[in-house]
């Protein structure tokens, strides 16, 4: 798999190289024609294509949602043929004083 996106990597870098000798063809032959035109430099652009390091803690990067009743139907629509009447409900369990289990339970209406 990793080898796939290091091939895809670089195809992509190819092609950028073989745009940007085709941006200064352009170029020459419209400093040659003696057409003015305006140098644009991208903002942030970048051409020597170092790799980034590798972050250790991929996990930080996921932004926590809050689960609820919407999110719930948007996920399940996706695995129930476009359903939508998706339920959450708890079932609570009290042992004494010091501790409650709570199990969730997913009801569909086909």
Known sequence: MMESYQQQISELKQQIEQ???????LKQLLDEAGISYKEKNIAGAQTDYTQEKYEQNQGARIEPIEINDKNANIFFMLFCRGRQVVTWHPDVYVYGK???RIEWHLTMRI
């Open 98 to 100: 010091d501790y409650v």
């Open 19 to 25: 745009l940007e000798h085709e941006n200064l063809c």
